[in-house]
């Protein structure tokens, strides 16, 4: 994960914009994990020898007790054979080491709290005939072939999803209306209670009602039946549906609740686990990844959200959704989306912007453009001059450019500003914008051009917003495309994340029925159920035998269709650290009668590579079918410039890898299996300091199919992604650095007392993933001892390993030695 804190285990800030103020800099911790608490997994009972009573809990227990260790006990696991542990919370560092010394130990890892999730957009219709609602609800569904298994019958009968998420409101009549045996809702779990937040102490209860909205959302895409006020159903309304609450009615959820939540719904029998939930880690090994995707081994479907941080550019991967055999989920925007229009008084063609919603203005206005230079490039970026007129009466009309869209309607509304419209600066379609709680929206270049033209010539044009009536629904511009906010992969450890895309921009689903029965929300949670749904068809269909279990993922991703970069023709396509494997087709993954594994093919870097596979491709249906094998490249992003990754868009090069197969046409009679080698080599000529994610696709087409296989590998060493931030660029001084109590970069040796504010605080980041991070104080003459620092001179080592780096090798990790510091005690 790349982070933005900075600490000397005391101090930590958390940004996400360059040139931060130095001073703003918190002296506490805002790491997001429970300090001092840890999952700890143990060996099984028999790895203790046989002859042994004992479990591995009280062998644990009481090997601690022997050493002296402090600590308290948060929640213990004995889940058959997925995990074996603890969740411990120890007193100071001598119990950690105590832990660490302890032989059955496995793993010690921090219990991280996972923020609930957000939707991207938000929107409630106001009733059944809002002309603001999606024009065809089912628009998901003809997307991915959903309603195609529905007309033939299939809708998840008999298949059990857990849901777990902040509850569901069972009582909607879309859900059932009820809980427990008989209903939707058939079973499940309250893990904490309304009041947990992530920092308190969880109090479960039975019922998983819903306090949040965003899983009774969830729970709807999955499994909603037909409603009747706005003509939508579930993707598997047959489904019984599980609802495993980890949520409270606000903050987070940990780590240790996630994995009780986890083994519960797996000995509960739910055939597959649907988690919208997560957040960037970057590796596949954290502890609830680590558990999610055993039970995924096990043979159950478990789909989890690939994660809304799009801006922040590659190497994000979400966990859990990184666990290795998880299906991870990435969104992709539907097909049609709604603008609303303005109304001209002079007869011009109404005017369209981006919004759900009309913006609240009552009445026609006059407009006032901010400068009549309809090429201006910072319009409205400073304050507007002082013969500018009180602008409560006018629609403002802005050029987009330069400086932030709220800066821009802060000078405005600093002239008195209530409405304003900012147009954009080229040609393009129009997209959401963040406006704050400004009253303001995108229009199109030409239509500025057309406002700004009428203002200069003084003409008395007015422009109303009607409140009914004005809304229309077209295709959307990003259609059908990845959702911008969709995470891009892949893993530090080059694992192929997200694994598959489903439609999560812009659905219709269920919402409790205090907030208003319905609402629109976008984000990869809403792309995650409709995974977890078509997967319910799926082992409907063909039933629940483990080998269609564990098939699951290579289904969807050999029969998923490849997603473009743009609407332009000759646009390579997306990066599949994007799209995975491309947008599901669940009638595809269902009715395909060949068979090909595997679905991923996984290069790793250039130090690791692995660039010869096999391909097997079986034939299953009744004759003989001859398949062509092609190569189908997508876009290779380029993810890193002077070591920090780019965020989004991502850059795509159309220097694609090169692949040779052993056979370009194969023939393979009913019932066998025919193996296809391939090998790939890199795209060259690229910057390696562009840390290059090459990725595509194999394809696999007969009369009858149309399968691919998807490859992705890096044309770089892993181990050259710098990991410790030596710029200057994003705190606007050199760092790491150590600051001092009032702010200040220290220069040459200095003294702290360690009384109050007057410590020094280590100014770091990181640019990249790190497996290990150490903070060492060194000083050659005085022993540390691990609770007080004695007075004394000292340098603060930090070293973080490169990612592949062996731990154990000194010059696999970067260092940063800090100036000296001088500890005196009063
Ligand atoms: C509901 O949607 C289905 C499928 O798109 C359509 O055939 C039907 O006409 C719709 N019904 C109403 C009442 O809009
Ligand atoms: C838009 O303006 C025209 C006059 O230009 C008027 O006839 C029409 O009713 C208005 N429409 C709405 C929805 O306000
Ligand atoms: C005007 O815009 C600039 C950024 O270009 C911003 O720094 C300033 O705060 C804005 N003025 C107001 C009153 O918000
Ligand atoms: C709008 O947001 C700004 C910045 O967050 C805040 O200062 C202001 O009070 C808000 N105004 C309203 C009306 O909520
Ligand atoms: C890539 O190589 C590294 C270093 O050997 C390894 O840790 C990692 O698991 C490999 N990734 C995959 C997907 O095989
Ligand atoms: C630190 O304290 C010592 C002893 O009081 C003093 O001699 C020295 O000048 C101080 N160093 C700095 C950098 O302030
Ligand atoms: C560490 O040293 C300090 C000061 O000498 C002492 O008070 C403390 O008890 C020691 N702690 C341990 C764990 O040995
Ligand atoms: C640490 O140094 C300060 C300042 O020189 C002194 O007052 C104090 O007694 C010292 N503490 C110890 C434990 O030596
Ligand atoms: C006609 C025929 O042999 N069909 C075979 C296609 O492949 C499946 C599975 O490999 C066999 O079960 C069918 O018999």
Request: overall charge neutral; some cysteine.
């Amino acid at each position: 994960m790349r982070t933005y804190t900075t600490l000397l285990a005391l101090g930590s800030i958390s940004a996400v914009s360059a040139a931060v103020d130095l001073s703003s800099i918190k002296r506490v911790s805002s790491a997001n994990v429970v300090p001092g608490a840890y999952i700890v997994e143990l060996d099984k009972p028999n790895a203790l020898g046989r002859r042994s009573v004992v479990t591995a809990h009280s062998a644990l227990y009481r090997s601690l007790n022997e050493r002296g260790a402090s600590w308290d006990l948060r929640r213990e696991y004995d889940a058959d054979d997925i995990f074996t542990g603890v969740s411990l919370k120890v007193k100071s560092d001598k119990d950690l080491m105590a832990l660490a010394q302890v032989p059955h130990v496995k793993s010690i890892k921090p219990v991280f709290l996972h923020p609930r999730p957000e939707p991207v957009t938000f929107y409630q219709p106001t009733g059944k005939n809002d002309p603001k609602l999606p024009p065809d609800t089912f628009s998901t569904h003809v997307m991915t072939g959903v309603d195609k298994l529905h007309a033939e019958g299939y809708t998840g009968k008999g298949i059990k999803v857990a849901v777990i998420d902040t509850g569901i409101d069972y009582l909607h009549p879309a859900l059932g209306g009820g809980y427990g045996g008989g209903f939707k809702v058939s079973h499940g779990y309250d893990f904490v209670g309304d009041d947990y937040t992530g920092a308190n102490t969880p109090t479960p209860d039975e019922d998983p009602m819903d306090c949040g909205g965003h899983g009774t959302h969830v729970a709807g895409i999955i499994g909603a039946n037909l409603d009747t006020n706005y003509n939508f159903t579930g993707a598997a309304p047959g489904a019984l549906l599980g609802g495993y609450r980890v949520f409270g009615c606000e903050g987070s959820v940990s780590d240790e609740v996630l994995i009780d939540a986890l083994c519960r719904a797996y000995k509960d029998g739910n055939d597959v686990l649907s988690l919208s939930l997560g957040g960037p880690q970057g590796w596949t090994s954290t502890a609830t990844a680590v558990v999610a995707s055993r039970i995924a081994a096990k043979g159950r479907i478990v789909s989890i959200a690939a994660g809304n941080e799009g801006e922040f550019g590659s190497w994000y991967a979400s966990s859990p959704g990184s666990g290795v055999d998880v299906i991870s989920v990435a969104s992709v925007e539907n097909t049609n989306t709604i603008v609303q229009t303005i109304n001209l008084s002079n007869g011009h063609q109404p005017i369209t912007y981006n919004s759900f919603l009309p913006l609240k203005v009552a009445g026609s206005l006059p407009i006032y453009a901010a400068s009549t230079d309809t090429n201006i490039a910072d319009d409205a970026c400073n304050p507007l001059p002082d013969t500018t007129p009180d602008l409560g009466g006018y629609i403002v009309v802005i050029r987009r450019g330069t400086c932030s869209f709220i800066n821009k309607l802060a000078n405005v509304s600093a002239k008195g500003a209530k409405v304003a419209l900012i147009y954009d600066n080229k040609d393009q379609s129009l997209s959401g914008i963040d406006v704050g709680n400004y009253t303001a929206a995108l229009i199109s270049q030409a239509d500025g051009k057309y406002l700004v033209g009428e203002f200069a010539a003084k003409s008395d044009l007015k422009v109303s917003f009607p409140q009914t009536g004005g809304s229309k629904n077209v295709p959307s511009s990003e259609g059908g495309l990845m959702s911008t906010f969709s995470t891009f992969g892949p893993t530090n450890d080059m694992f192929f994340k997200p694994s598959v895309a489903a439609p999560g921009g812009n659905i219709l689903s269920t919402y409790p029925r205090d907030k208003g029965s319905y609402a629109v929300l976008s984000g990869t949670s809403m792309a995650t159920p409709f995974l977890s749904g078509s997967a319910a068809l799926l082992l409907e269909a063909l039933g629940k035998s483990k080998s269609i279990y564990l098939g699951a993922r290579t289904r969807f991703q050999t029969t998923s269709s490849a997603v473009s970069s743009s609407h332009t023709d000759k646009d390579p396509l997306q990066t599949l650290a994007q799209q995975g494997s491309g947008l599901i087709n669940a009638y595809k993954a269902v009715h395909a009668t060949t068979f090909v594994t595997p679905g991923e093919l996984r290069l790793n870097d250039t130090a690791h590579s692995k660039l010869d596979h096999t391909i097997y491709v079986e034939n299953k249906s009744k004759k003989m079918q001859t398949y062509k094998i092609s190569h189908v490249p997508a876009g290779t992003a380029l993810t890193m410039k002077d070591n920090e990754a780019i965020p989004s868009p991502v850059p795509l090069d159309k220097t694609a890898a090169t692949l040779t197969f052993s056979l370009s046409s194969i023939q393979v009679p009913p019932g066998l299996k025919i193996p296809i080698i391939v090998s790939i080599k890199p795209p060259t000529g690229l910057d390696p300091k562009s840390f290059p994610v090459y990725s595509g696709f194999i394809r696999i087409a007969s009369d009858m199919d149309d399968m691919k296989v998807s490859y992705l590998g890096v044309a770089a060493s892993l181990k050259d992604m710098k990991v410790i931030d030596g710029g200057s660029s994003f705190f606007g001084v050199q760092t790491p650095a150590l600051l001092d109590k009032d702010g200040n970069i220290q220069e040459g040796p200095a003294n702290y007392t360690l009384q109050g504010e007057d410590f020094p605080v280590l100014l770091y980041r990181l640019t990249a993933g790190t497996a290990a991070l150490h903070f060492d104080l060194l000083n050659p003459a005085n022993f540390v001892n691990g609770t007080v620092i004695p007075n004394g001179s000292y340098k603060l080592l930090l070293r973080a390993l490169k990612i592949t780096g062996n731990p154990k090798k000194n010059e696999d990790y970067e260092q940063w030695l800090s100036p000296q510091v001088n500890f005196a005690r009063p």
